[in-house]
């Protein structure tokens, strides 16, 4: 049974929830007093939660204006998807080798999760399921630190992933991408595993650049 949420760690999921779903838009002042009363919760679990997200640049803070949230760029978007790339291959290369058949069952459960999601044009729970599933494919590869620096790259991109979600025609794309990527998960294709998820990546900043203007 997952254990419930800290007040910080709410707070930090609402607060991902609104930047995913535009209800706090690029460029946006948070205003901590409204924020605080519309969560019910003090300042101190919110300062924590901004915090985390500034040092996962979804938010930038300057002296004297507060908090708001980061703007997209380009430049930002390419690093952090070249890091994903070296550190996801290595993982999914050794996950590759080593899945069970509950392994197997659960990278499978999260794409039809995502189909669902996609089928309802629900964004914010296409970009959770998505989420699922690429860490179902990355975690029997049994590295945890390397994880956790996979996440933290995730966790600063998921506004990129909204953006790339608004398009009917993306979000058939990574339905039949997901077909393929599950596919060599369950024959054990290592190397075509690599493969197309680098693919799947590359798609998605090929989208992107159309979309986001560098503020470099």
Not at 66 to 94: I, K, N
Not at 138 to 154: C, F, I, K, N, Q
Request: avoid cysteine; charge should be negative.
């Amino acid at each position: 049974m997952r254990r419930p949420p800290t007040t910080q760690e709410f707070v930090l999921e609402q607060l991902r929830t609104a930047i995913v779903a535009g209800e706090l838009a690029p460029g946006q002042a948070v205003r901590q007093d409204a924020v605080a009363q519309q969560l019910g919760v003090s300042r101190v679990p919110l300062r924590e939660a901004l915090k985390t997200l500034e040092a996962e640049g979804q938010v930038v803070y300057q002296p004297h204006r507060g908090y708001s949230v980061a703007e997209l760029a380009l430049t930002d978007l390419l690093e952090v998807y070249r890091m994903r790339e070296l550190l996801e291959g290595e993982a999914a290369s050794v996950a590759a080798r080593a899945y069970a058949d509950a392994d197997l069952a659960r990278i499978d459960d999260a794409r039809a999760d995502v189909e669902a999601a996609a089928d309802g044009q629900d964004l914010v729970g296409m970009i959770a399921a998505n989420r699922r599933f690429h860490f179902a494919l990355l975690e029997p590869a049994d590295m945890p630190r390397l994880l956790r620096v996979v996440r933290t790259l995730w966790d600063a991109t998921d506004a990129y992933r909204a953006v790339y979600y608004n398009s009917g025609d993306n979000r058939e794309r990574v339905r039949s991408e997901h077909v393929e990527i599950v596919e060599a998960a369950q024959r054990g294709d290592a190397a075509e595993l690599v493969r197309l998820l680098a693919e799947h990546r590359d798609h998605a900043v090929q989208a992107l650049r159309s979309t986001i203007t560098d503020q470099g």
